[in-house]
């Protein structure tokens, strides 16, 4: 069977060691050398560079979040061990883990070093499609005979390098398709290499419960739960059409997952769907004026980043949860497309408007989805609102003049509130 060292990268016929360096850290498997579709995964990844800048919090419990009235970002494993998990009331958190070190998040640092990993993947293939600062799909098909060696041996190269040149370690999940490339990679967190074959597929998937798919919310888990479907050999017992009866589309992808059938492509610069901004207070809030002003910072930068990135959108998201944690969202479509923060918010405060007091909130978060190209947005003007114009041209020159002196140069005195 063929095996190959991760310490050293020796290839060889499968052994309890490596041959070379004598290292128990070893991965084997029949179809080692002829699967090309990995998902790679920092193994938490804003902890583990935290940990790598400041040393003295190397066996510490180490939390990255937004306070005590925020959420967790990441742990780092000696959290985890606790019961600290990413998504979790930053409250919940510290009941768990008392004596752990919160720090807030370094996004401007994170996405240095998510930049230098990138570095590294570009010098193996063109294939690669980012799913967030820390984790990527790679396609190394064909490139073998470019490197001299297996996908699976370039791959072990790739997480060695990050951890002798940056510090950090990576989990590998090497597969015939991107949905058991992922779930590979979560098998044997962290500083792992797990290989799901084809020959294998089937046998895998059946006892693994539904939850492992990637990308199924909490209010699927439940649809499928009250369908009685907990693994995946539940799933295979359901005929296609009765998939698609109960479920709609995603009936139609659980019955392919169910087998193990995944023919979506990596793709390089996958379209953005939407673009979103939110934030959690430190204290419940019903006051209108802070709650207005933070919406329309939020709506602003959801216009920065769309102008960045040049695009606008044709729908506007707002959410809103409450101080007892029920989560409220509102949606609006619009005539013509638009990446103004004027008219972001205009239609986010109308949205909230029509929630009523039901305050207070925790959280607040606003959005654009359905996007478009630039060139198409904010073409119709509006016939209701004749200073709309006037609005837009004011932003588009506030812009500039930020571009030039800085974010801080002109601010919205709604912003201050």
């Not at 962290?190 to 799901?196: A, K, L, R």
Request: glycine residues 8%; proline residues 5%.
């Amino acid at each position: 069977m063929p095996a190959l060292c991760r310490d050293c990268l020796t290839e060889f016929e499968t052994g309890p060691r490596c041959p070379a360096c004598g290292r128990p850290r070893i991965v084997s498997h029949d179809e080692l050398w002829s699967l090309s579709i990995a998902h790679m995964d920092c193994d938490a990844f804003y902890a583990s560079v935290e940990k790598r800048e400041n040393p003295e919090l190397a066996d510490k419990p180490l939390i990255i979040g937004g306070g005590k009235r925020g959420v967790v970002s990441t742990a780092c494993y000696v959290a985890r061990i606790r019961g600290v998990r990413s998504a979790m009331p930053m409250f919940k958190a510290l009941q768990l883990c008392p004596d752990a070190v919160v720090l807030k998040p370094r996004m401007s640092l994170y996405a240095e070093v998510s930049r230098q990993i990138r570095g590294f993947m570009e010098e193996l293939t063109p294939a690669i499609e980012p799913l967030s600062l820390d984790e990527a799909f790679l396609d190394l098909t064909g490139t073998a005979r470019l490197h001299g060696h297996p996908p699976a041996v370039m791959l072990a190269r790739l997480v060695k390098r990050m951890r002798d040149e940056l510090g950090l370690t990576g989990s590998i999940g090497l597969s015939h398709n991107k949905f058991l490339a992922k779930i590979a990679s979560d098998l044997d967190k962290p500083h792992g290499f797990s290989v799901i074959g084809k020959a294998e597929t089937q046998a895998f998937l059946r006892p693994q419960p539904v939850r492992m798919i990637w990308g199924v919310g909490q209010a699927g888990q439940d649809a499928l739960d009250r369908s009685g479907i907990r693994t995946f050999e539940d799933l295979l017992r359901w005929q296609r059409e009765d998939l698609i009866a109960r479920f709609g589309s995603m009936g139609d992808r659980l019955w392919h997952l169910a087998r193990g059938e995944d023919k979506r492509r990596v793709t390089r610069d996958a379209p953005v769907k939407s673009i979103s901004n939110e934030t959690t207070f430190h204290e419940d809030t019903a006051d209108p004026d802070i709650l207005d002003g933070h919406l329309w910072r939020m709506c602003e930068k959801v216009a920065d980043r769309a102008k960045a990135k040049g695009l606008a959108g044709r729908v506007v998201t707002l959410k809103a949860k409450r101080a007892d944690f029920k989560l409220i969202t509102r949606r609006h479509a619009l005539e013509d497309a638009t990446q103004m923060a004027d008219r972001i918010y205009r239609e986010a405060r109308a949205l909230f408007d029509q929630m009523g007091p039901r305050g207070p909130y925790r959280l607040l978060g606003a959005g654009i989805s359905q996007l478009v190209p630039a060139d198409q947005a904010d073409r119709l003007g509006d016939l209701l609102d004749p200073q709309a114009s006037k609005r837009a041209s004011a932003e588009r020159a506030t812009d500039a003049i930020r571009a030039r002196f800085g974010g801080d140069a002109i601010v919205k005195g709604r912003a201050l509130r």
